[in-house]
Structure formats: structure tokens, C-alpha cells
């Protein structure tokens, strides 16, 4: 018989006991949907017949900012540009680590004037730009877990990418190919919930995956959660998690129990307006990765000063 209860520690003892969780300081860089619409079809959610609510794409995304504020990250914004109406999906414009961006090169023509404006935006607040020249749409195939970079290829990102994202970014690379145009960037078919090296820990969705890629997420990630087609098939993977609060649809109610199983804490939002342009959480959110809490050029970030 094993009793611990001293005057300093009391162990509770349970069957399952779920791992104490810490949030992770966060930096994100967000876009209005101020000029969102879906006037093409580059992905099978977008069907430039179903009418689009903008208004209702603004407050929904206000909702995102502010429950990014309410948890502890802080929050940038880069100025919409008009015409780009997928410029809302601020993941794609590039890949931050360490104060190096990779930037984005659109696949489709459309997207394409968007990875100039993330760049400009990057350098202009101290991080250095690197130019691709090879297609990649940022953080929307390229996942940063622990000290490795998973990499989607098979409908938007270039294989010749995930090698030039290696070189630029220093990382290793591990390329996964997607087999189902539905889940057409990774960050679609696998949610990150702790990226700290040692504490990996990810989601995903098997049948999004050829048989090569789910044998390598298998093997390396033998306690990941498996989420289901309904849950996957709203979005519900593309989450943004930082180790504790996991930001995440509203509609996907059974991986928010599988998380909560797991000692994350779901945090729901409602982005359905969004969704129509195959876009969710995560697509909404660049992930600004800095060597130091505030690199952040002061000259491009206005002080504010009081008059003597
Ligand atoms: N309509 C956009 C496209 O097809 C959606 C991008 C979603 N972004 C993402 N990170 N999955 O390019």
C-alpha cells in the first residue's frame, strides 16, 4: 500500500491522468477579410456560385483576433489587399522561423500578388525575407514540429520547395504527400498541438495521406490522435495550438473531446463564412517565429509618446 500525502505534496492518482499542459508565448500575423469573396475555384470548397457574406466573414474573423488577444498571443495585422480576396489566409503568405521568412510562391495566378505584400510586410518589421523560387504557399503545407518542418506536397507545394525551404529555413524537411484534393494543404489534414522538441505532439487524418507518408507519420508519431472524416471534414484540423489552448472550429465536437482527453484546452470558434473558400482556423493564422520575444523592428512599429 502506497500512500503521499505530506505537508508539501498531495499525488492524486487517477486511471488516465492527462499531462500538465503550458501555453507557449505567440506571436501571430493576421488579415481582414475586408475584400473576401470567392470569385475562382482553386480548391473543391470554392464554388464562385454560392454567395459569400462578407460582413459576416469580418465579425467571424474579429471573433478569431479576439479570442487570440483573450488567450495571451500577440496579435499583428497586415493591411488586406483589394482584388486578393484568399489574402484573409494569412498562413499561406510565408514561413517564419528563427527571424528568416521563406517566402511564398502561389501556385495558382490568382494568389500570386499576395506573397509580395506578406514579404514586404516581413521586412518591414525586421525579419529576413527570402525569396522562393520554387511554388510553396507558407505555413499551408509547412508545418513546424519540434526540429522538423513536415511538408505537403501532391496538390500545392513543389517537392524542389521542401528542399529550398530546408536550406533557407535550416531545418529538416519531411516530405508528406496528400493524396485527397479536399485536404489540398497539409495544414488541412494534420493540427500541430505542442511543436516544443521533446513534447511533440500532432493530429491527423489517415486517409488524407498516401501509403509512404502515413507509414513516416506512424513511426514518428505513435500517440498522435486520429481524428475522424467529420471532424476532418470541417476543418477541424486547422487549428492553432500554442502546447495548451487549441483554437478550433466549433463544428468539430468530438475532437475537442479527444483534446480535452488529452489535457489541451479547446478553444471554439466559428468561422463557417470561411469555410466556403476551404479555409479555416490555421489558414487564417501566420505563425511569426522569433529568436527573441520582441524583434519586431521599432522603427516599423510606431511608439506611441506623450508630448512634455
Ligand atoms: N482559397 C484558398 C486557397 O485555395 C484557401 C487557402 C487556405 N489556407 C490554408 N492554409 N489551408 O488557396
Not at 102 to 117: G, H, I, M, T, V
Not at 269 to 287: F, R, Y
Request: one cysteine or more; charged letters at 20%.
Amino acid at each position: 500500500m502506497t500512500t503521499i500525502d505530506t505537508a508539501s505534496t498531495v499525488t492524486t492518482v487517477s486511471a488516465n491522468p492527462a499531462p500538465a499542459r503550458t501555453a507557449t508565448a505567440t506571436t501571430v500575423l493576421l488579415c481582414a477579410p475586408e475584400h473576401y469573396d470567392v470569385t475562382y475555384a482553386i480548391n473543391p470548397w470554392m464554388d464562385p456560385s454560392v454567395p459569400t457574406d462578407t460582413a459576416l466573414a469580418l465579425e467571424q474573423w474579429r471573433a478569431l483576433r479576439d479570442t487570440y488577444r483573450s488567450i495571451g498571443f500577440v496579435v499583428h495585422e497586415i493591411e488586406p489587399g483589394p482584388g486578393l480576396p484568399d489574402m484573409v489566409y494569412a498562413a499561406n503568405g510565408a514561413t517564419v522561423i528563427d527571424d528568416v521568412a521563406y517566402s511564398a510562391s502561389f501556385r495558382y495566378p490568382e494568389r500570386q500578388p499576395e506573397a509580395d505584400a506578406y514579404a514586404a510586410w516581413l521586412s518591414n518589421h525586421g525579419l529576413r525575407v527570402v525569396p522562393s523560387t520554387h511554388i510553396n504557399e507558407g505555413e499551408g503545407d509547412f508545418l513546424v514540429v519540434g526540429d522538423v518542418v513536415l511538408a505537403g506536397t501532391g496538390f500545392r507545394a513543389s517537392v524542389e520547395s521542401h528542399h529550398e525551404g530546408s536550406r533557407v529555413l535550416n531545418r529538416e524537411f519531411v516530405t508528406l504527400t496528400l493524396v485527397r484534393p479536399e485536404y489540398y494543404h497539409l495544414d488541412t489534414a494534420i493540427a500541430v498541438l505542442d511543436a516544443r522538441p521533446g513534447q511533440e505532439r500532432i493530429a491527423y487524418l489517415p486517409s488524407a495521406f498516401d501509403t509512404a507518408s502515413l507509414a513516416v507519420l506512424r513511426e514518428r508519431y505513435p500517440d498522435a490522435i486520429i481524428v475522424s472524416e467529420q471532424d476532418a471534414a470541417v476543418l477541424g484540423l486547422n487549428v492553432v495550438s500554442d502546447g495548451l489552448h487549441v483554437v478550433m472550429p466549433v463544428q468539430a465536437g468530438d475532437f475537442a473531446e479527444q483534446l480535452r482527453a488529452s489535457g489541451f484546452e479547446p478553444v471554439q470558434v466559428n468561422l463557417s463564412e470561411l469555410l466556403k473558400a476551404g479555409g479555416g482556423v490555421k489558414c487564417c493564422t501566420m505563425a511569426l517565429r522569433f529568436s527573441q520575444p520582441t524583434i519586431l523592428s521599432p522603427t516599423a512599429v510606431p511608439i506611441a509618446t506623450t508630448p512634455e
